[in-house]
């Protein structure tokens, strides 16, 4: 059993703590607590487990004996995850990667510290790069290609054929078309049908906003 601590005081680390304690991994962790920037310490629990200051996890576990699964999500296009996770490679941590025992995964070409909740679907022959994050029913189809650190929202899917950059967005039920490529910093809104290549960094896609009508619904009872 490997020993884990999880990065990050949230919602999404409360989740990944839950899951794993449940044995709900396809990975073998026994979770030691959780670990947050010193900055940001304010107890010394959380979650009825232990909460560790990130400067002093070296006072109470060896770089070879325990492994960290940074749980930080999207904010400022998941650049927060970017600095946490680099910042762990070059103390010498190890970064943990999580599976959940009912997604599909079709591929073994993945980096380090992704993220793959339950009911995601991940095709054949497609790579990850390090640090995604598959939520639930997340599907990135055959022969796609994710480059580091992109967050894929509940029911986000990508087609076939499809070359994903970094720290990419990917909102509820958005979906893209086949052999296209997107590049570094997309965010494609929640409902958004992406049908092109993303040339340019930093493309904004919103769906058409539904639009607030009169309350015409009967207060008759049926």
């Given at each position: 059993m490997?020993?884990?601590?999880?990065?990050?005081?949230?919602?999404f680390a409360e989740l990944m703590c839950e899951n794993i304690c449940r044995g709900w991994s396809k990975q073998d962790y026994q979770v030691e607590g959780f670990v947050i920037d010193d900055v940001y310490y304010t107890d010394s629990t959380y979650c009825g487990n232990k909460l560790y200051r990130y400067s002093d996890m070296g006072n109470y576990f060896a770089h070879e004996e325990i492994s960290i699964l940074v749980c930080i999500g999207y904010s400022k296009m998941n650049l927060g995850r970017k600095k946490v996770f680099g910042r762990l490679v070059q103390d010498g941590w190890k970064v943990a990667s999580y599976f959940d025992k009912t997604a599909i995964v079709r591929t073994d070409d993945f980096g380090i510290g992704n993220i793959v909740c339950d009911g995601a679907n991940i095709g054949v022959k497609s790579k990850l790069g390090d640090g995604n994050i598959f939520y639930p029913s997340a599907v990135f189809a055959h022969h796609?290609?994710?480059g580091?650190?992109?967050?894929?929202?509940?029911?986000?899917?990508?087609a076939g054929h499809v070359v994903v950059g970094n720290r990419c967005f990917f909102g509820n039920n958005s979906s893209t078309r086949d052999n296209i490529s997107i590049e570094d910093e997309t965010l494609v809104g929640a409902g958004c049908y992406l049908d092109h290549t993303v040339e340019n960094a930093g493309h904004i896609y919103r769906a058409i906003a539904c639009e607030e009508k009169e309350n015409t619904i009967s207060s008759e009872v049926l």
């Open positions: 490997e020993r884990l601590l999880i990065f990050g005081c949230n919602d796609s290609v994710a580091n650190f992109n967050f894929w929202a509940i029911s986000a899917s990508v």
